[in-house]
């Protein structure tokens, strides 16, 4: 069975997801080291936010009606929470869900919240031969 990770952001102001990344690679730890390829993806946003990584234990967990919790159940808790112990409405959610069915999987969830870094101070006064302050 391939095992799957998402990677959700969820910016502040819509609270709905600003963008997915979809796993491309096994799971962590199968590989050797050598073995697997390292790859680097970037983006950038301009809100506060969360990003919210979890494993296919949470997306594919299914209730008696056999019906998937998907990622549609992973962002309704999350909107819910409204950035407020997020990993917490997730996991409720996820057990509500269930219906009292035994979950089977394993299942990993990791919520990161994101927030914008100060502007730096302003260097009106500082002359030429100043160099600007620096931030630690």
Known sequence: MERRHSLLQLPQPARRA??????THP????L????????LEQHHWRHDGEII???DGITEARNTAQQQF??????????AARGH??????AMALQRHLQQEPHLD???LVVIGCRQQPAPPSNEGATASEPPPTQV
């Open 32 to 39: 050797p080291p050598l073995a697997f390829e390292q790859q």
């Open 18 to 23: 600003g963008k997915t990344f979809r796993s």
């Open 85 to 90: 112990d997020t990993v917490t409405h997730i």
């Open 27 to 30: 799971p962590l730890g199968t």
């Open 106 to 108: 394993d299942a990993s």
């Open 53 to 55: 990584v979890c494993s």
């Open 70 to 79: 998907g990622e549609d159940g992973v962002l309704q808790a999350a909107r």
